[in-house]
């Protein structure tokens, strides 16, 4: 089933994102991480999102609760 990758969390840093990215891989759930950090000028906005598969965003949104990394209020 194919579909475009869906924002799960986003950070401050790059740094935080690996970090948190971390925790998936460790649960085998592939994702990406969209920055601009490092470029000078680019449509994304400052920061880092951590994204997953459409068919991955509950499972995931379960690992980085367990770990302590996204808050009960994200949907």
């Known amino acids: 089933m194919a ?3 869906v924002v799960i969390a986003n950070f401050r840093r790059h740094l935080d994102a690996e970090l948190a990215a971390q925790h998936l891989t460790n649960h085998g759930i592939p994702f990406v991480i969209r ?3 490092g470029m000078l000028l680019g449509p994304i906005p400052p920061g880092a999102d951590l994204l997953v598969h459409p068919d991955q965003v509950s499972r995931a949104r379960e690992v980085l609760r367990d770990a302590g990394v996204l808050g009960d209020d994200v949907a």
């Open 35 to 37: 920055s601009s950090e």
């Open 3 to 5: 579909g475009q990758p």
